[in-house]
């Protein structure tokens, strides 16, 4: 392959004459109407452009929302942090817990009794009162 011969000029393959590929370049070409119309008012008689639009609107709105949501959240939690509860077990260790589910695991597991389970669902229930939360 060494001696191949790549001398040869290749075609433009753009096609067109010089001068519309110049004019094209230099933004001087001559669009139809429509295309002027949607470029100068952003408007389009094409349904897909119309529905495009409300959709990048809403995801617009929805990211906003999100970023909001966030943002509400992180304050809350640094304000009165995440709702929990903390029981001493039965061997006098204390563990926190975040959801009634552990509460009811640790019921299961004997490690605390009925009492000790129905303050604990107390105190979650008033936590979570505090974030708005409902059962």
Not at 45 to 64: F, G, K, N, Q, Y
């Amino acid at each position: 392959m060494a001696d191949s011969d790549n001398s040869m000029t290749l075609s433009f393959v753009t096609g067109g004459s010089v001068s519309a590929r110049s004019a094209n370049a230099t933004g001087t070409s001559h669009q139809p109407e429509f295309a002027r119309n949607v470029i100068e008012n952003g408007q389009s008689a094409d349904p897909s452009v119309i529905v495009w639009r409300d959709w990048r609107d809403a995801l617009s709105l929805t990211e906003r929302q999100c970023r909001d949501q966030q943002r509400l959240e992180r304050e809350l939690a640094e304000t009165i942090g995440f709702p929990s509860a903390t029981i001493s077990q039965s061997n006098g260790e204390s563990v926190t817990v975040h959801s009634l589910e552990e509460i009811y695991d640790l019921l299961n597991a004997e490690a605390i009794d009925a009492l000790t389970r129905a303050k604990a669902e107390v105190d979650f229930a008033a936590h979570q009162a505090r974030w708005g939360c409902r059962r």
